[in-house]
């Protein structure tokens, strides 16, 4: 590209607004993110994501993103795209229960979505820490595999309250285990292949629960305490949530569901955010960890189709400014492309899938937008979440952080989970409201590893200043966002 006399003032504000971040080491000293001090602000929740799982440059950014958070801003709930009800025995294994071995076995069943080194680090930060970080899963059970996990507390606390709906709940327990897997790709065929007769019995059973919960909720208190019933009936809605998410699931596949019909599982995880919210002290603040197609605010399409409302959406209507994303991604290098297998435990294979070079300009053309790879528009004025901007150039508002090169990665108890690590790791902050280089109350901030690297390089580009070589190279869109298999 010929060099260009004009002066861009976007580029100029990237200029401006860059800080390289190092290493990715979890132990090191974290100084390197004080400009996330800024970007954060005074939010109650903010999100940290991934763009694809299991893949060990992600995990490694996202706990020393929690570690500065907790340590440095005041965090202390890490919500986790994991299970509601399996979330409890992990927080008080992370507040010292049981011994520091038995983390291994409270993870056996689950997938390896990353949880375990932040739970490593909590339960030693929790032990000479005044204030502890505490533990919450927002997820339906099993990963949407088995409404297993969910189920068994319910029964529990019937068991208790309401013993005439012992019959009820005992036979959701049973349909639901001749389907159950490990996670909703496993069990999702074997759904499938349920008598009709059987799925409609499962779901009425559900929701007449669910109704009657809602309805003697006076009468269940008054034989046993709030809370209990409060955990009771999240559990149950987490398991109607994942019931619906295979009536869901189903539909998309065959051709004939409803629009953005998968939403049900976002929109608990959404709640479960906003119910620990309320549950904790006054000031609670949540560090928020889930695939970027969950935590982005704005909805998620494929190929123009309106598939899902996610989570940050829902929790950014409620929140506003008090929500923040932070959506992980790559570049460059290699990512987990996942792919159904009904023959593996959790009912997927991850091939290594290598990342599309892009045309030169490419990076100019999305960041002059202002816009992630959804397309995300500014509310009318008079609509909730619409900020007045004094400034009308583009600000994409974006924070980029670099991974070193790395090889295979292969999951020690599960090698059907692996992948080539990335090369390069990008984290953008979503913000969809945004339409100028204005700092938000000095709360906008960019990073990248070193000039010559993504976001350096897209200025460049925007400037008619790029490098001869072009070192790294951006994710193509049909990557913009994982389709997830696992999670849909």
């Known amino acids: 590209m010929p060099a260009s006399s004009r002066r861009d003032p976007f580029a100029d504000w990237l200029r401006g607004h860059a800080v390289p971040l190092t290493h990715l080491d979890p132990e090191a000293p974290l100084d390197d993110l004080e400009p996330l001090r800024d970007l954060v602000g005074e939010a109650r929740v903010v999100a940290v994501g991934e763009n694809s799982h299991f893949i060990t440059e ?7 993103i929690l570690r500065f958070l907790a340590e440095r801003c005041g965090f202390t709930v890490l919500a986790f795209e994991y299970g509601f009800s399996e979330g409890f025995p992990l927080d008080a294994w992370a507040q010292g229960e049981g011994a520091d071995d038995e983390l291994a076995a409270r993870l056996s069943t689950a997938i390896p979505v990353g949880v375990d080194e932040p739970l490593r680090w909590m339960r030693g930060y929790n032990a000479v820490a005044a204030e502890p970080v505490r533990f919450a899963g927002i997820g339906i059970p099993a990963a949407g595999g088995s409404l297993l996990p969910a189920l068994a507390p319910v029964a529990n606390y019937l068991r208790q309250v309401d ?14 285990g001749s389907f159950a897997g490990a996670s909703a790709a496993s069990a999702a065929p074997a759904w499938t292949r349920l008598a009709a007769a ?25 034989r046993a305490d709030r809370p209990s019933y409060d955990i009771a009936l999240r559990c149950l809605e987490a398991a109607c949530s994942a019931d619906y998410g295979f009536r869901a699931m189903a539909g998309l596949y065959a051709g ?30 949540i ?9 982005q605010k704005t909805p998620v399409s494929f190929n123009g189709q309106l598939t899902g409302l996610p989570l940050g959406q ?12 932070l959506a992980l991604t790559s570049p460059a290098g290699y990512t987990a ?32 937008r202002g816009r992630t790879r959804a397309q995300h528009r500014r509310p009318p004025p008079g609509a909730r979440g619409h900020r007045p901007r004094p400034h009308p150039d583009p600000d994409p508002e974006r924070l980029r952080a670099h991974a070193r090169p790395g090889g295979v990665r292969r999951h020690p108890q599960h090698p059907d989970l692996h992948c080539r690590r990335h090369r390069n ?28 690297t993504p976001i350096v390089q897209a200025a460049q580009e925007i400037a008619g200043t790029e490098p001869a070589e072009r070192r790294v190279n951006d994710m193509p869109e049909s990557q913009a966002t994982d389709c997830k298999e696992s999670d849909r």
Do not use: K
């Open 58 to 64: 992600f995990s490694a950014m996202r706990l020393r």
């Open 163 to 176: 013993p005439e709906t012992l019959p009820m709940i005992q036979e959701a327990i049973r349909i639901a």
């Open 198 to 222: 059987a799925q409609d019995a499962l779901s009425a059973i559900l929701m007449r629960l669910l109704m009657r919960f809602r309805a003697v909720e006076l009468l269940y208190l008054s």
């Open 256 to 285: 004939t569901g409803l629009t953005a019909d998968t939403s049900a599982r976002d929109v608990f995880m959404a709640e479960s955010v906003l119910w620990h919210l309320e549950r904790h002290r006054p000031g609670t603040r």
């Open 287 to 295: 560090v928020l960890a889930a695939h970027n197609a969950h935590i």
């Open 314 to 325: 829902h929790v950014h209507n409620c929140l506003g400014d008090d929500y923040v994303a």
């Open 337 to 368: 492309d996942m792919r159904p297998d009904e023959d593996t435990r959790f009912g997927l294979r991850h091939r290594e899938h290598r990342v599309a070079a892009t045309r030169a300009g490419q990076h100019r053309g999305r960041l002059r």
């Open 425 to 452: 790791l990008t984290a953008t902050h979503h913000d969809p409201t945004s339409a100028g280089p204005v700092p938000r109350g000095q709360r906008d901030a960019t990073h990248t590893s070193r000039p010559g």
